[in-house]
């Protein structure tokens, strides 16, 4: 049975001058027959560290996002996608902003390393993904928290499964278009759960998800098998809520919190939305997150509960098709 992980991990956050040189993820493909898909930077996380750093440094001199902008000549937004990492930087943006705030030596080439490494091409990025956003969160994150109603989480699922929520999302998609999505999610799962390091993985489910037919019976089948099956990995923890757990502390059917080794990147909240999608990474708002999760697991069956739950449903699955 899987480890329960159920309690937060927290990172304290520390001093500027300690996070100049952040642990390097190593990722190592496993031997299962799957894709193998080469192991790269990530971006997404080099964006928001360098933004938290360039923050700081702003912060530091007590000026305005605009005071700098009208400083370098530039947009106030082009300041404010910098520092919250929703963009990358060139060498030049670097060099101006370094020269602003009276950055030389190491902390100024630690800076120009993170631009450059925020330009490199990541793995996940052939792939076409529409949310390369959270991929690349995801990715180096050192915990995950995934609560949903709806489906099984995306890192569980068997590719039929995929296949199945990913037609009934988007039906008009063409053939090649669904494949890609469930080629990116088939990777994600090879990279997350079987390679080195393994982040935790804790997933909260309602028990109807087990119910839901979705694709065909035998697809459903093969789905709780591998539920069953992932649920013994070491550093995943996967819990259902019953039937008569009664009303849930969660306003909302789907979230997940990822979590992170490096101090200079805040911990995200997930939110998945049908025209747009959340990134919360507002301290107090990821801890009221982090303590519904906790309340959700407490309502939860425990992994050995849930184990059995698993072989009732598989059993009696096997029996009636």
Known sequence: MATDIGKCHFVPRIALSAVLFPAVLHLTPIERGVTR??????????RRELGTLLRALRNEKGWTAEQVAERLLVSPSK???LEKGQRGASARDIRDLCNLYGVDGEQRRRLMDLASESR?????????????T?????????????????????????????????????PKWVPD????????????????????????????????VLHRIVGSPAIMRAQLRQLLELSDLPAVTLCVIPYDAGALPAGNNKFIILRFEQPTVSDVVFIEGLTRDLYLDDPNEVEVYNLTFRALMDLAATPEGTHDILASLIASADGKY
């Open 37 to 46: 898909v080469p192991a790269t930077g990530n971006p997404t996380i080099r």
């Open 134 to 170: 959270y991929v690349g969160l995801e990715a180096e994150a050192t915990s995950i928290s995934d609560y949903g109603l709806g489906i099984i989480p995306g890192l569980l699922q068997t590719e039929d499964y995929a296949r199945a929520v990913v037609r009934a999302a988007v």
């Open 177 to 208: 278009i669904v494949e890609q999505r469930v080629e990116g999610r088939m990777a994600r799962q090879q990279r997350l759960l079987f390679a080195e390091p393994v982040p935790r993985f804790e997933a909260v489910v309602d028990e109807s």
């Open 79 to 81: 300041v404010s996608r």
């Open 120 to 132: 490199q091409r990541a793995w996940w990025q052939p792939l076409g993904l529409p949310y390369s």
